[in-house]
């Protein structure tokens, strides 16, 4: 394979990480799980349909398989091993376990990065809200229904933390 | 002496315990099948055919191998072994070498130091074909005049079916004819897999997602000429499966690529070539034609099964003796005259999902029983009650249904279950048909409810033996379980916990690696785990439970029956001793291994007759659905279900498989199908392969009959087929309802409602 032999670094997690050698067509999924070992991110469809690639950047939930990876420099990029540490999963990890909305957990990392995002951006979403959030994350083996479950869970958790 | 301290609920059978695995999936730390990696691995990939059919003239690799990193270039003239491969007939090519039977069959394989470099060696493989008119329709499959596609003939089986009066009559005759679409099981974790060869090259070490590991581990052997234990497999984190994995895919080639590198090679589908790589639904067209009484009793069905199973034979011909000794669906039924017919055409294989031919036979008897319904003037229920089934009726084959047969009462009960509110007139976009397409007006919406029962088989059939193995081993207070049994996503891990805790009193439970150390569990389908595999790690526990009370019997000078498991103590029923299970286990090691085996079953005979199945399970299905009859778009507002199950052993994860199984068949009725044109696969992407997402989902009202089958090890009947099986055909009921149109084919498109 034929590569450049520039070095280019993305932030992961809040640390640099350098990319050496790399082919330039390849999607930020590609680097983050190959090359750099961030193996939380699932790929599935190739085409942002189904969200199990999803991560943050700056700030928004993106398909990390639509993403050059090589045009993802100077962004902060948080995948799902950047939510919590292992010894202390949050919130939505625990309610996903909790309300069996996980069973063969291919698209699980993908919904945590999705719900942390919706829950980020609207801390009291409306059942409706949640679905429409939720809906380019697709799960092939639950149904949705536990999963809707684990995030009324987490909603009602933070509010009675809150109040 | 007790150390009895837990407050909490101990996480037995009957507990919705949390599955061991749940939150590193959450984390992302699980390693699924892809997510495997070794040093100085090569990439591996696949060549594929564009055409349907063609005939093979020449295939050049010499450009493709001198591409820098590529490493080797594999055709059929490199296997090793068996040349073919099959689930029940080995009539697969690993590599096509004189035809190609379908668009997609494996020509060559290619290893390489990067995915894109794979993806440019395939591109550098120059194939001449010379193209040949495919074979794609049922009909030509099964004239005689047809030229053979493949050596072993165009019809994988036929099947006849006389059972009672050929000649009976009903006041009434009803018929129909059904269509059924290819449906995907679209898992989500693609097929991945890692091959890591010997360093002499006599062996290999296979990490993959599969349903069945010991079948995988015959198949590769003979492709690769080694003895089978040469080839050891390790179940790789498995992404869901629902029928897709049971057959070989890449796991030959892969190791076919490592052994010729003598490097690890990793081969991972992309979703397009997943479409590709595996077999889906058989879509089929069943005539029916039932003799009724006045009164809507069935006298007689009358009819046809003819399934489309593709290039190759995969399990077509089990598929279709599924459908064919279910097409009476759970009815009481004394006379039939039916054929089936699987036949190959040059269309993607066809073989195992969720459902296993009766998807297809319940489709169609569903519409009939409408059609019934209509013709005596009785309501959908009436006429499904007037005929349920019962414990000591027989299937059409004239085996009897000798254990627990709820029919009656799943219907009963789903029909007892709240119906939704009307829709309200302020509504918004999001909660009518079309949803964020803001296109459907409330006045063009109706609403529509339909029915849907069924039966399933568990277990394998037709005399196959498909035994499961498990071993316990019991040390200080700890258990440990090794067994096959393919993880999928269903949840096995937590119920062999749950058994071991239940059955020793012990509360941690280790999990060995799931791998071919151990005997077969058999297939992680057909409904069958929890019987199976349960009951094999149920026996292995209780063999050791013997020995550790013949040890603490032994210490106290007590005779061993007298001893029992409380909680998490041993209790001597004769007398005071009371001792934790830890404590008693203390510095032993107890190890028993158990082979759990169903009862026999047979071959049917000539006239489709004999006691093929093991057991039964049944279900019903209420939909209700909003159809917006201008734009042909439907939404489904609500299903109700009940289920027998036999015992509920985790009601959370019995949920979960409730939940999941009406999603896919809710795809099955409005949204999910593979489109063929002249054998041409024209939509295998998520883009244009519409699956259910969250604002799909309906509401799910679910009650579980509990009435414990006695010929279950644990009681439980395998949950995991029937909640896909009825809800398809009680959905199209349910359009069916509101539009007033005779729909006969599933899934139901916007031009079928509105054009």
């Given at each position: 394979m034929s590569t450049s032999s520039e070095i280019y670094s993305l932030r992961v997690n809040g640390t640099d990480q350098h990319v050496k050698d790399a082919w330039i067509g390849e999607s930020l999924l590609y680097v983050l799980r190959e090359r750099l070992g961030f193996m939380g991110s699932k790929g599935a469809c190739e085409q942002g349909e189904c969200g199990s690639c999803t991560v943050l950047i700056n700030n928004d939930a993106v398909?990390?398989?639509?993403?050059m990876a090589a045009s993802a420099i100077d962004t902060d990029i948080i995948t799902v091993e950047g939510l919590a540490p292992s010894e202390s999963p949050n919130d939505i990890q625990q309610a996903f376990v909790a309300e069996g909305a996980v069973q063969c957990g291919f698209c699980t990392p993908g919904l945590i990065v999705a719900v942390h995002h919706l829950l980020e951006t609207n801390s009291s979403p409306s059942e409706i809200e949640v679905k429409e959030a939720l809906s380019g994350n697709i799960c092939r083996c639950t149904g949705y229904g536990r999963i809707f479950s684990a995030v009324q869970l987490v909603i009602s958790q933070r509010e009675k933390s809150i109040s | 002496m007790s150390t009895r301290t837990t407050s909490k609920q101990r996480e037995v059978l009957g507990v919705s315990a949390l599955r061991p695995d749940g939150l590193a999936k959450t984390q992302g730390t699980f390693s699924f099948s892809s997510d495997y990696t070794a040093d100085n691995m090569l990439w591996g990939a696949t060549l594929r055919s564009p055409h349907p059919y063609a005939r093979i003239i020449s295939i050049d690799i010499s450009e493709a191998i001198k591409i820098d990193g590529v490493e080797t270039v594999l055709l059929?003239?490199?296997?090793?072994?068996?040349?073919t491969y099959g689930l029940i007939a080995s009539d697969q090519p690993v590599f096509a070498s004189?035809?190609?039977?379908?668009?997609?069959?494996?020509i060559a394989a290619v290893a390489a130091d990067h995915p894109e470099t794979c993806r440019r060696a395939l591109d550098a493989i120059v194939v001449h074909y010379e193209v040949l008119k495919p074979l794609t329709s049922i009909e030509d499959a099964l004239n005689p005049n047809t030229p053979s596609i493949h050596p072993d003939g165009n019809v994988f089986r036929h099947q006849h079916i006389l059972h009672g009066d050929a000649n009976a009559t009903g006041d009434i005759v009803v018929e129909g004819e059904y269509e059924i679409g290819m449906q995907d099981q679209a898992f989500l974790g693609l097929e991945a897999a890692l091959a890591y060869p010997d360093s002499d090259g006599s062996g290999i070490e296979l990490v993959v997602a599969t349903q069945w590991l010991h079948e995988d581990q015959k198949q590769i052997a003979d492709c690769l000429a080694m003895p089978k234990e040469k080839v050891r497999l390790q179940l790789g984190g498995v992404g869901g499966a629902f029928g897709a994995r049971e057959d070989i895919s890449l796991q030959v080639h892969t190791c076919l690529l490592a052994l010729r590198t003598g490097r690890p090679v990793k081969m991972q589908y992309t979703r397009e070539e997943s479409f590709f790589g595996h077999v889906h639904r058989h879509p089929g067209v069943i005539s029916l034609k039932h003799h009724v009484t006045n009164e809507g009793r069935i006298v007689k069905i009358e009819g046809t099964m003819k399934l489309d199973g593709g290039a190759y034979a995969s399990t077509s011909s089990a598929v279709l003796i599924n459908g064919v000794t279910h097409i009476q669906g759970p009815y009481k039924c004394p006379n039939a005259v039916f054929d089936g017919y699987a036949v190959r055409t040059n269309n993607p294989p066809c073989g195992a999902m969720r459902g296993f031919g009766v998807v297809q036979a319940c489709f169609a008897h569903e519409g009939q029983m409408d059609k019934i319904a209509k013709a005596v003037g009785k309501s959908p229920v009436e006429v499904r009650l007037l005929n349920a089934m019962e414990k000591g009726d027989t299937l059409i084959t004239g085996q009897p249904v000798e254990s627990v047969a709820p029919v009656a009462r799943c219907i009963r009960e789903t029909d007892a279950l709240p119906l939704p509110e009307p829709l309200s007139l302020s509504a918004g976009t999001m909660e009518l048909p079309g949803g964020s397409g803001r296109t459907s007006e409330l006045h063009n919406i109706k609403r529509g409810i339909g029915w849907g029962v069924s039966i399933k088989n568990l277990m394998y059939s037709e005399g196959f033996d498909d035994s499961a193995e498990a071993r316990c081993t019991l040390g200080d207070g700890v258990a440990t379980l090794k067994f096959a049994t393919a993880e999928v996503g269903q949840g096995f891990v937590v119920l062999a916990q749950q058994i071991a805790r239940t059955v020793l009193g012990v509360d941690v439970v280790v999990l060995d690696r799931?791998?071919?150390?151990?005997g077969s569990a058999g297939s992680t389908s057909a409904s069958r785990q929890t019987w199976m595999s349960g009951g094999a790690v149920d026996g292995a526990c209780r063999l050791v439970r013997e020995r550790l009370f013949e040890h603490v019997a032994h210490m106290h000078g007590l005779d061993p029956l007298q001893l029992i498991i409380e909680d998490t103590d041993i209790v001597d029923t004769m007398g005071p001793l009371r001792i934790s299970v830890s404590e008693a286990s203390k510095g032993v090691k107890i190890t028993q291994t158990f082979l759990h085996q169903h009862r026999k079953t047979e071959e049917l005979d000539e006239n489709g007759q004999g006691n093929c199945h093991v057991a039964f399970a049944f279900v019903a299905h209420r939909a209700v659905v909003d159809v917006d009859v201008e734009l042909g778009l439907v939404k489904v507002v609500q299903i109700a279900t009940a289920q027998d199950v036999g015992r509920s052993l985790n009601p959370l994860a019995l949920l979960g498989q409730i939940e999941g199984g009406i999603a896919q068949g809710l795809g099955l009725a409005v949204m999910e199908e593979i489109i063929m044109q002249n054998g041409i696969v024209k939509n295998p992407s998520f883009t244009d392969y519409l699956l259910p997402t969250a604002l799909d989902a309906p509401d799910v009202l679910f009650i579980p009959i509990e009435e414990p089958d006695p010929q279950a090890p644990l009681g439980a009947k395998g949950v995991g087929e029937p909640p896909c099986i009825s809800v398809t055909p009680a959905i199209v009921a349910a359009i069916r309802d509101a539009t007033g149109i005779d729909l006969k084919r599933t899934p139901v498109r916007p031009q079928d409602i509105c054009l």
């Open positions: 398909c990390s398989c639509l993403v | 059929a003239s490199d296997v090793p072994g068996k040349l004189e035809f190609v039977r379908y668009m997609g069959e494996p799931i791998d071919t150390n151990i």
